[in-house]
């Protein structure tokens, strides 16, 4: 009931004030980020304006919810960004997730490499190193171009020694790994909402994350769609 409230008012307040934004968290997803999308593509169909801040996986759902006009179809998102039906990734395989990180990149580069990002309502939280090997959560908000973000998603999403041959990612002169690593929690005080396979009480175990394939994918987008909807309307 909560959270039929809160979007009710943000609906309301959006019909009013339309370039106000209110800000959603699109927390880490390993490979349940079919979940995430499911439950952000109910959300869109809603046309509330508000802002995304993504972590590892959620920032790759933020972004292609912010792309794409409409992501209420499962299939037609797979065929877009990962192609292969009969493609099984292991989280804990290498060549796995670098070819399914290749595959949302190239399928983000193909469809939206004009588009113009630089309104574009999403920040990214990565986690930053520094030379003696420190870590903090950053967030990232101003993005050159398409591969600035794509760049920016990667090191979100970045787990040492599974996504890459080292312990961190090289971008801009600067390290980085995956976001949920070593995550402030002071982040979540800047979110109106908060959104991850838990949201809605459901009981995912670690395995249920290390592996998706097309029928996996579906399931789970079903579920995100079901959960939002049953707990928007």
Request: glycine share 6%.
């Amino acid at each position: 009931m909560k959270y039929y409230v809160l979007m009710i008012i943000l609906m309301f307040l959006n019909h009013i004030l339309p370039t106000l934004n209110y800000t959603i968290c699109v927390g880490s997803t390993g490979l349940l980020f079919s979940y995430s999308m499911g439950a952000l593509a109910y959300l869109k169909t809603k046309n509330v304006n508000y802002h995304l801040i993504g972590t590892s996986g959620g920032s790759w759902c933020s972004l292609i919810y912010h792309l794409e006009d409409n992501i209420s179809n499962h299939d037609t998102l797979w065929d877009n960004y990962i192609g292969d039906r009969n493609m099984c990734i292991k989280l804990l395989n290498r060549k796995d997730m670098k070819r399914l990180q290749n595959s949302m990149k190239l399928g983000i580069k193909n469809r939206h490499n004009e588009k113009n990002i630089s309104n574009i309502p999403l920040s990214i939280i990565t986690t930053k190193l520094n030379n003696n090997m420190q870590h903090t959560n950053v967030i990232i908000d101003k993005f050159d171009d398409i591969d600035d973000i794509l760049n920016y998603a990667l090191c979100s999403s970045y787990i040492p020694f599974i996504c890459g041959n080292q312990y961190y990612m090289v971008y801009k002169n600067e390290k980085f790994i995956d976001g949920d690593l070593f995550k402030d929690k002071k982040f979540k005080n800047k979110c109106n909402f908060y959104l991850d396979k838990e949201t809605w009480g459901r009981k995912y175990s670690v395995t249920d994350g290390f592996t998706l394939n097309y029928d996996i994918s579906h399931k789970l987008f079903e579920n995100g769609w079901n959960d939002a909807m049953n707990n928007m309307e």
